[in-house]
């Protein structure tokens, strides 16, 4: 996401760089640049102005000190991120509980921008940190909106609450209404209602999203919008602002290359914060807006915050526990570790997503996309394709055990051969840890004996590069001079 | 009154329209989701042919920039003609599907509709209940099905009943999905074991911004898309992004949804769209 926006002020900035001092001219153009990548990332045309007219007056301003400062335009660079940050809405907001529970979400949007489907990922969301969500299906419009939503319900564990089939018939507002009831009753801590797709335009519907607000009397509305959407946005965010009215905004779709330009302008605005963004079609792909860490990667400065977060989301469970405390009472490594390793780094999300999420790793967006996320499971295939004992104990894989584990994975000897070579190593490093050693080059919570090209990245230098650098150098000038270019 | 009236009234009532009277054609060009490129192309061909004719050189340069391949549909002499209905996430796929589908049969024609989008939850339903609704049969597979084997079936089934149409609702993909815009391509070859696929359309919510652009970029060169459908324009988005699409890509905009009724379907007609802008 923002991609395209990163690329182009990424071009801007870094022939700002190649100045040695920065003329008010500069400025200009370098606004002039922006000004286009902003209106080609569908951002308002009333915010782009004012964006750069934030960004050229304060560096107008800070020129004449810029005049003896050494790193002239990472000065006007962090100009640019403080007022992207200002624009994104500054602080990340979490949604306010009720005090007396349930705290009612309720969800309103455009048809298509994703509202039943971030209803799960919200729930979900809310569910893995202790919270007794219910969904409501206020959707009676749509064709089996209120299946789906059951579907999603079952999918996650979290009950639906769905009387009517909807289908065009029955009255959203009751089942609402009703929903909230029943939810009391469960003891339920948080119930989020999901409503029909409406038009900023469609006065019945919205009526009746007034109604159900009425009804339920929610702690948050949140208006869904489409990552992708363009310059109308601004209009149907008001119609919203202005019928149903709402506190927060998510963003949908934002694993696309929309360049999510619409969302500022929106968040801008209506002055309401982006609490939330969706950023793929698994229902754990959803996280907290955070605006400081938006500006850096649209700023193509990464977002390491994000990266240790999830990593820690996925492996500070049980499993690192459990494989210390094996490692004290003196077992081994095995293949069953391994397998289980494998699967926490999967549920972090794809790799492209993660390297995505480092330095640079905007640059290279294109080979990340590409990168290999099937690795991972081919490598469990094969595991999973083995006899407990042989998890346990590789060492009476033979032959013709290994030729069943590669038919059992349907992949070839050879691949069968490489994991258990690579898990030989993996083990070896394991017992030099424990027995108090640091093997080197091991990063710390990746799991060893990855396949090649996985766990440290694309962006890792080769290793043969490493291995040239402690070549000996050579006795005449010359050769030594050549080598050292090379 | 479209979009640009007032402008063009604005411009027209004075002998010599000044810089922001252009400038405030241009942000209403942009604000039509036109795109920067298109917007200023316009507006300096409205400047350049004289402010009394604003209005006819903006229509001339619009419908100039339209594709000028056919709008239509054809309907093919033996067999059924396939038509691949694909797009990104919540466009209105499956509606469109449906809504194609009922224009079909409204023209006496046989259509057999195909439930290809196995992925999102509910969506085999949602056409089923089309179908029901509209009396119009569906073909489908299990829980999770492969697409692929689903549309396979689906096609032999056409062939078999003789049918004028196979219209296919795909599941919704991110053109930056680069596995699954494989996989339509793997959709398409397996219809082609059967019959040829005459029609790829790619559906397009209105209020999609400049990433339209990438969209249809990205779709055509998958799968050699051969026209749009326009869904939602009865918001009040414009879909200008359609322009810039048949401009840059040379796709021509087939079919416009207008509402949630499945009457609310038409060709689209590009004189009333333009007219409808101006």
């Known amino acids: 996401m923002f991609d395209s926006l990163t690329q182009r002020l990424g071009g801007a900035l870094s022939s700002l760089r190649s100045r040695g001092k920065i003329s008010s001219s500069d400025i200009d153009t370098t606004c002039a640049e922006i000004h286009q990548a902003l209106l080609e990332a569908d951002v308002a045309l009333a915010v782009v102005n004012e964006f750069i007219e934030l960004i050229r007056t304060r560096s107008l301003a800070a020129l004449p000190q810029f005049q003896s400062g050494t790193n002239q335009a990472q000065a006007v660079f962090e100009i640019i991120n403080a007022a992207l940050i200002e624009i994104l809405g500054q602080q990340a907001r979490r949604v306010r509980f009720a005090k007396n529970p349930p705290t009612v979400i309720m969800l309103a949007g455009l048809q298509g921008a994703g509202k039943t489907t971030l209803a799960g990922k919200l729930a979900k969301f809310f569910a893995d940190q202790g919270n007794t969500p219910i969904l409501v299906a206020s959707d009676l419009q749509r064709p089996n909106a209120v299946t789906q939503l059951q579907v999603v319900g079952e999918s996650i564990g979290v009950p639906v609450f769905a009387p009517e089939a909807g289908n065009g018939r029955g009255d959203a507002v009751k089942v609402a209404r009703d929903g909230i009831a029943f939810a009391k009753s469960k003891q339920h801590n948080m119930v989020i209602v999901d409503t029909a797709g409406r038009l900023g335009v469609d006065a019945t519907l919205m009526a009746e999203a007034i109604a159900i607000r009425d009804a339920v009397n929610p702690d948050e509305i949140l208006f869904v919008v489409d990552a992708m959407v363009g310059q109308d946005a601004v209009r149907t965010a008001q119609a919203f602002l202005d019928g149903v009215g709402f506190d927060g905004v998510v963003l949908t779709k934002m694993d696309g290359d929309a360049r999510g330009g619409a969302a500022l302008s929106i968040a801008h605005l209506t002055k309401r914060p982006i609490m939330f963004v969706s950023t793929g079609e698994k229902l754990s792909d959803f996280d907290i807006f955070y605006p400081e860490r938006m500006a850096s990667r649209i700023l193509g400065m990464g977002d390491v915050a994000t990266l240790a977060e999830q990593a820690k989301k996925a492996l500070d469970s049980d499993s690192a526990a459990k494989l210390e405390s094996k490692f004290a009472r003196g077992e081994d490594f095995t293949l069953e570790d391994f397998l289980e390793q494998l699967q926490a780094m999967s549920k972090m999300g794809s790799m492209s997503k993660m390297l995505g999420m480092l330095p640079g790793g905007a640059a290279m967006k294109k080979q990340i996309a590409n990168l290999d996320d099937g690795e991972i499971v081919r490598t469990q295939a094969i595991v999973q394709s083995m006899t407990p004992l042989e998890r346990r104990d590789p060492k009476v894989l033979n032959g013709s055990r290994r030729i069943r584990i590669a038919k059992g994975a349907g992949r070839a000897v050879s691949e069968v051969n490489s994991l258990v070579e690579r898990f030989g190593q993996a083990q070896k490093m394991m017992r030099t840890m424990r027995n108090g050693g640091t093997p080197a080059g091991m990063p710390p919570g990746l799991p060893p004996g990855l396949p090649p090209g996985m766990g440290m990245g694309a962006g890792a230098p080769k290793s043969g590069k490493l291995i040239q650098k402690k070549k000996s150098k050579s006795g005449n000038p010359a050769k030594r001079a050549l080598d050292e270019r090379g | ?278």
């Open chain 2, 1 to 278: 009154m479209g979009l640009f009236g007032k402008i063009i009234a604005k411009i027209k009532g004075t002998a010599d329209a000044s810089t922001a009277d252009w400038d405030e054609l241009e942000v209403a060009l942009l604000e039509a989701d036109l795109g920067p490129t298109l917007s200023s192309e316009v507006t300096a061909a409205a400047r350049a042919a004289r402010a009394e004719n604003a209005a006819d050189a903006i229509s001339q340069i619009l419908r100039a920039s339209l594709s000028s391949k056919s709008r239509e549909i054809l309907r093919t002499d033996s067999g059924p003609c396939a038509i691949l209905i694909v797009g990104v996430n919540g466009t209105g796929k499956t509606t469109s599907a449906a809504k194609l589908a009922h224009y079909f049969a409204k023209q006496d024609a046989k259509v057999l509709l195909v439930a290809a989008d196995t992925f999102r939850a509910a969506a085999v339903e949602q056409l089923r209940t089309w179908g029901e609704r509209l009396d119009i049969d569906v073909a489908f597979g299990g829980d999770k099905a492969d697409p692929a084997s689903v549309v396979f079936d689906g096609a032999q089934q056409s062939m078999a009943r003789q049918d004028d149409f196979l219209i296919i609702d795909t599941a919704g993909r991110l053109h930056t999905k680069d596995d699954l815009v494989a996989e339509l391509g793997k959709v398409k070859r397996v219809v082609e074991k059967v019959m040829p696929v005459r029609e790829i359309l790619l559906v397009l919510d209105a209020t999609t911004g400049q990433n339209g652009l990438a969209q249809g970029k990205v779709f055509a060169q998958a799968v050699d898309v051969t026209g749009i459908i326009i869904t939602k324009l009865d918001g009040s988005a414009k879909g200008g992004i359609a322009l810039a699409i048949e401009k840059a890509l040379d796709i021509p905009v087939k079919f416009v949804g207008t509402g949630e009724s499945i009457k609310d379907f038409a060709p689209f007609d590009p004189d009333i769209y333009i007219q409808g802008l101006l």
